[in-house]
């Protein structure tokens, strides 16, 4: 098993706080830049997993970046430099307090609530006679609610945002503009390397000039999902599930085990060879959705290596 890095405790100059999120975390330096350092942490149903998976940080990291490249002629984002493999440094922005979730496909999250009867989710309907994984007329958007520390994120309303003052209406049209547009070149993104963004979601904030850019990650394992588009409509018509490239397997195996992180329920334990299998699997996703061979960060000492790298960086400035 290679090193992993689960947590951080840098004492960067200018540093002025941190913030730990569930698999991030995020140094704000003199109040103008984000360093995001993305960790090994697994998390599922808002838990974190109590091992990490290797190499998962750089992996998220190098997707994302990649993915904020691809994307920022439509798109503006806050990513300003990458100077270490789980490293990305950006502008200071305040988040919104949503999450812009958008699904091409009733899949997961969604086609749990549809097996339950629900036909409508984040108050858009969803048609009848739909089998799981089948694609939706056009990308619906299902918003939910960014959750505090430790709480849940929960589905919320376009009327809600609004009726609550979550967000500004004007403020609301951009992000629906922006997260169709992001949907669209992901999708496209996507079919070039044989595979189907299913479903995903994008978190987006605002400047100190109050210009509204995508933040957070984009178009990576841990927050979208992925079918292989060979042999999908044949798996389709046969009932079988699709081979898929996201997430989504870490939680089948954990609701397989008795855990869906609800109360009274304990992690099941991760054997060695299956955290090998996960880190695998990240890999062939990153592989898959970049055309690109992996390439292995030197682990033998990554919180030096973080450490270094970052310092360096910051002396440029």
């Not at 503006?76 to 305040?94: F, I, Q, R």
């Not at 089998?131 to 960014?146: H, L, S």
């Amino acid at each position: 098993m290679s090193q992993t890095i689960t947590a951080t405790n840098f004492n960067f100059p200018g540093q002025q706080s941190v913030y730990k999120g569930k698999v991030r975390e995020v140094y704000n330096i003199s109040g103008d830049l984000l360093v995001m350092i993305a960790t090994d942490r697994l998390s599922a149903f808002d838990v974190v997993m109590p091992k990490g998976i290797p190499f998962k940080g750089q992996i998220l990291n190098q997707i994302a970046t990649k993915m904020m490249h691809d994307t920022e002629d439509l798109v503006p984002n806050w990513l300003v430099a990458t100077p270490d493999p789980n490293v990305a440094v950006g502008h200071l922005c305040d988040p919104f307090k949503v999450e812009m979730v958008i699904r091409g496909y009733m899949s997961g999250h969604a086609a749990r609530e549809y097996k339950a009867g629900k036909r409508i989710l984040c108050g858009v309907p969803m048609p009848e006679g739909m089998r799981e994984n089948d694609a939706f007329p056009e990308p619906i958007i299902t918003p939910a609610t960014k959750a505090e520390k430790g709480d849940h994120d929960e589905d919320i309303s376009r009327n809600e945002i609004l009726n609550r003052g979550i967000v500004s209406k004007e403020d609301y049209v951009i992000l629906e503009d922006y997260t169709r547009k992001l949907f669209q070149r992901g999708t496209e993104i996507a079919a070039k390397r044989g595979l189907i963004l299913v479903d995903t979601k994008y978190e987006f904030g605002k400047t100190k000039n109050g210009k509204i850019v995508l933040i957070d990650e984009i178009h990576t394992p841990d927050s979208s999902r992925y079918f292989y588009k060979d042999g999908y409509e044949e798996r389709q018509e046969k009932g079988e599930p699709q081979k898929q490239l996201s997430k989504e397997f870490v939680r089948q195996w954990l609701i397989t085990n008795g855990f869906q992180g609800l109360e009274g329920q304990s992690v099941p334990e991760m054997s060695d060879s299956y955290i090998e299998s996960v880190s695998n699997r990240y890999i062939e996703l990153y592989e898959n959705i970049t055309g690109e061979s992996f390439v292995k960060a030197d682990v033998s000492s990554i919180q030096e290596r973080i450490e270094t790298n970052v310092l360096a960086y910051l002396k440029t400035l």
